[in-house]
């Protein structure tokens, strides 16, 4: 890109020996990659040739990814630093270049709505009239990201159930594919579907504890639903939440492989296609 295109500079730095430049551009790891363009920047983790393609176009857009996650039904923490808090994420989607924002429901009613709405694993009831925001959202063209911790009830279990979909009310467990010797709920998911969102995905993921994910295409008719990451067929949904040693039970646990990350489109085509 360099010798092809006069717009493009490059620049290799030694963190070493330049640690000013470093600090400026945050960088903590070797072998990072930094796009910089106006006040947007990208950063690129060992990248290949893909990932700096799709990097450099994201930085010469001057419309940003705005990602909102939603806030005030207990929802995940974006500020919480401990493991089960989502700083990191909001670090890393930041350095990606992302416009990240919090906001509740008169802000989801706003002109300016986000690309995509994020929902991770809210733990309080969300109001009917809330729902039908959520679901005009996803009406309108908007992505929605939900997260379902099996800890809690699912409080929006009636708008998903409109779309066909049915969250699992056990914890999945695996007492092959899991982290270590630790808990069997703490999985390590290495079966990937071959999707653009899973297509590089080659190592196990760390599911620290999950649920099931199920679609009905009888209730989800204006839906295509594709499974992007399964566990093993030795897995088993533990329906005893309380059990802190979790066994299969014949007679009360239902056998894997369980889908634990999904994607849902439209059949319909939106505003935006």
């Given at each position: 890109?360099?010798?092809?295109?006069?717009?493009?500079?490059?620049?290799?730095?030694?963190?070493?020996?330049?640690?000013?430049?470093?600090?400026?551009?945050?960088?903590?790891?070797?072998?990072?990659?930094?796009?910089?363009?106006?006040?947007?920047?990208?950063?690129?983790?060992?990248?290949?040739?893909?990932?700096l393609t799709n990097a450099l176009l994201r930085v010469s857009r001057d419309q940003k990814n705005r990602l909102a996650f939603l806030t005030g039904h207990?929802?995940?923490?974006?500020?919480?630093?401990?493991?089960?808090?989502?700083?990191?994420?909001?670090d890393a989607l930041s350095k990606q270049g992302y416009e990240l924002s919090s906001l509740d429901f008169s802000g989801l009613r706003t002109s300016i709505?986000?690309?995509?709405?994020?929902?991770?694993?809210?733990?309080?009831?969300?109001?009917?009239?809330?729902?039908?925001?959520?679901?005009?959202?996803?009406?309108?063209?908007?992505?929605?990201?939900?997260?379902?911790?099996?800890?809690?009830?699912?409080?929006?279990?009636?708008?998903?159930?409109?779309?066909?979909?049915?969250?699992?009310?056990?914890?999945?467990?695996?007492?092959?594919?899991?982290?270590?010797?630790?808990?069997?709920?703490?999985?390590?998911?290495?079966?990937?579907?071959?999707?653009?969102?899973?297509?590089?995905?080659?190592?196990?993921?760390?599911?620290?504890?999950?649920?099931?994910?199920?679609?009905?295409?009888?209730?989800?008719?204006?839906?295509?639903?594709?499974?992007?990451?399964?566990?093993?067929?030795?897995?088993?949904?533990?329906?005893?939440?309380?059990?802190?040693?979790?066994?299969?039970?014949?007679?009360?646990?239902?056998?894997?492989?369980?889908t634990v990350a999904a994607l849902l489109t439209s059949k319909v085509p939106g505003p935006d296609g």
């Amino acid at each position: 890109y360099d010798q092809e295109s006069p717009l493009v500079t490059v620049e290799y730095v030694d963190p070493e020996h330049q640690p000013g430049v470093a600090k400026d551009f945050q960088i903590t790891q070797i072998d990072t990659a930094v796009f910089s363009s106006g006040e947007q920047r990208i950063y690129v983790q060992r990248p290949n040739e893909a990932e700096l393609t799709n990097a450099l176009l994201r930085v010469s857009r001057d419309q940003k990814n705005r990602l909102a996650f939603l806030t005030g039904h207990g929802e995940v923490s974006t500020t919480d630093t401990e493991s089960s808090g989502m700083s990191r994420v909001k670090d890393a989607l930041s350095k990606q270049g992302y416009e990240l924002s919090s906001l509740d429901f008169s802000g989801l009613r706003t002109s300016i709505q986000p690309s995509v709405l994020i929902i991770p694993s809210p733990s309080q009831p969300i109001f009917p009239e809330d729902q039908q925001t959520i679901e005009e959202f996803v009406n309108n063209g908007g992505r929605l990201l939900l997260m379902g911790d099996p800890n809690h009830e699912t409080p929006l279990a009636a708008l998903l159930g409109k779309w066909g979909i049915e969250l699992g009310s056990g914890i999945l467990a695996d007492a092959q594919d899991r982290l270590g010797r630790g808990s069997p709920t703490a999985l390590l998911v290495r079966t990937f579907t071959t999707h653009d969102i899973t297509e590089d995905f080659t190592s196990p993921i760390l599911f620290p504890v999950s649920r099931s994910v199920t679609f009905d295409p009888e209730k989800g008719r204006e839906w295509d639903f594709v499974a992007l990451a399964q566990t093993s067929p030795n897995s088993w949904e533990e329906m005893d939440r309380t059990n802190n040693q979790p066994a299969f039970d014949e007679g009360q646990d239902s056998k894997g492989p369980f889908t634990v990350a999904a994607l849902l489109t439209s059949k319909v085509p939106g505003p935006d296609g």
